[in-house]
């Protein structure tokens, strides 16, 4: 199936813990993205990359460190965690950059603080 | 400040009625208008997409409208099924070149039998 996946779906840890989330794309598109879904169901922007460039880069804590290997993933990781950070986190991927292009979300990786 | 804002919060319909979700943005310079569907525990799909100079769009039973003069969107949803129970998320996407979006915070739907 070409998709977007994340893994793991489901995440628990305890604060000051480190944890990765990973992402993975074969839908041959060039950028993918990390979004916040917080509990009122608001999604944020965290980080874009395009070709492993990382362009768009919001207001997130230097605890939150994407890493693309390649155009076709892209990981997220947590250090030092805080009860905040508990959120499902989407990752997504367009071809291209450009507002027009339409993104393609994976399931969602919901991640608990305790 | 770029904002969406949808309404209702939530809505509940019987089976096979209608229903209409509103989308109101204050997003500028704007490029496009997307309508999102999000089923529980599932990420958000594509619905609709429309540029400036749409204003109406068909996806099967999805209809979106778009006034771009008053920066409103609408989604009507007919004849309405079970499985259209989601969050219907209406989302701007700002002319700034890159993938800026701004999301609203969406429409529970949930579709009674």
């Known amino acids: 199936d070409t998709a977007v996946s994340q893994t793991p779906k489901y995440l628990v840890t305890q604060m000051g813990n480190d944890k990765s989330i990973k992402c993975e794309q074969n839908?041959?598109?060039?950028?993918m993205y990390w979004y916040k879904q917080d509990s009122k169901k608001f999604l944020k922007i965290m980080f874009s990359?395009?070709?492993?460039?990382?362009?768009i880069n919001e207001t997130v804590p230097n605890r939150f460190s994407p890493k693309s290997p390649d155009k076709a993933h892209l990981n997220l990781h947590i250090n030092s965690l805080e009860l905040g950070d508990s959120a499902v986190y989407f990752c997504?991927?367009?071809?291209?950059?450009?507002?027009?292009?339409?993104?393609?979300f994976g399931a969602g990786s919901r991640l608990t603080v305790l | 400040k770029n904002q969406v804002e949808q309404s209702p919060q939530s809505l509940i319909i019987l089976e096979g009625k209608n229903c209409t979700l509103q989308?109101?943005?204050?997003?500028?310079?704007?490029?496009?208008l997307r309508w999102y569907k999000q089923d529980t525990g599932r990420g958000p799909v594509s619905l609709t997409i429309?540029?400036?100079?749409?204003n109406t769009k068909s996806n099967g039973r999805y209809t979106a409208t778009l006034d771009a003069d008053t920066k409103q969107s609408s989604l009507h949803i007919t004849a309405s099924q079970l499985s259209d129970s989601a969050s219907y998320i209406c989302?701007?996407?700002?002319?700034?070149?890159?993938?800026?979006?701004?999301f609203g915070t969406g429409t529970r739907l949930l579709v009674s039998p």
């Open positions: 989308c109101n943005y204050t997003v500028s310079p704007f490029s496009n």
């Open positions: 997504a991927s367009s071809l291209g950059r450009s507002g027009a292009n339409v993104l393609t």
């Open positions: 989302v701007v996407s700002s002319n700034t070149g890159f993938q800026k979006l701004v």
């Open positions: 839908l041959g598109h060039d950028t």
């Open positions: 429309m540029t400036f100079s749409e």
């Open positions: 990359y395009n070709n492993k460039e990382l362009i």
